[in-house]
């Protein structure tokens, strides 16, 4: 079982930054990759960054490669995505995933942070 905590959401202009968290509890030893997903409103979840934890690979949605930047801290057990450049279409609900060893799909969410970019 795997817990995960996002924090860090809010209110942008746009050109501005914003850093998101998310811990992970639990069961952490069974996670692979964790990653980013969005989903505006009314609009399809989509992936944002992934990043492998054993090594620290990471990639990218087109859309935000040059100006998000995943990274991890295994020793705190999390897992951050650094947004700058924002747009207003990078408006979301951003949600954390966490990836099981061996199991090729998502298995554990977050509860998810508004990200609100005004233009």
């Known amino acids: 079982q795997v817990q995960l905590v996002e924090s860090g959401g809010g209110l942008v202009q746009a050109g501005g930054s914003l850093r998101l968290s998310c811990v992970a509890s639990g069961s952490i030893f069974t996670i692979s990759a964790m990653g980013w997903y969005r989903q505006p409103p009314g609009k399809q979840r989509e992936l944002v960054a992934a990043?492998?934890?054993?090594?620290?690979?990471?990639n990218y949605a087109a859309s935000v490669k040059g100006r998000f930047t995943i990274s991890r801290d295994n020793a705190k057990n999390t897992v951050y995505l650094q947004m700058n450049s924002l747009k207003p279409e990078d408006t979301a609900v951003y949600y954390c995933?966490?990836?099981?060893?061996?199991?090729?799909?998502?298995?554990?969410w977050g509860q998810g942070t508004q990200v609100t970019v005004s233009s």
């Open positions: 995933a966490a990836d099981l060893r061996g199991s090729g799909g998502i298995d554990y």
């Open positions: 990043i492998v934890i054993s090594g620290g690979g990471t």
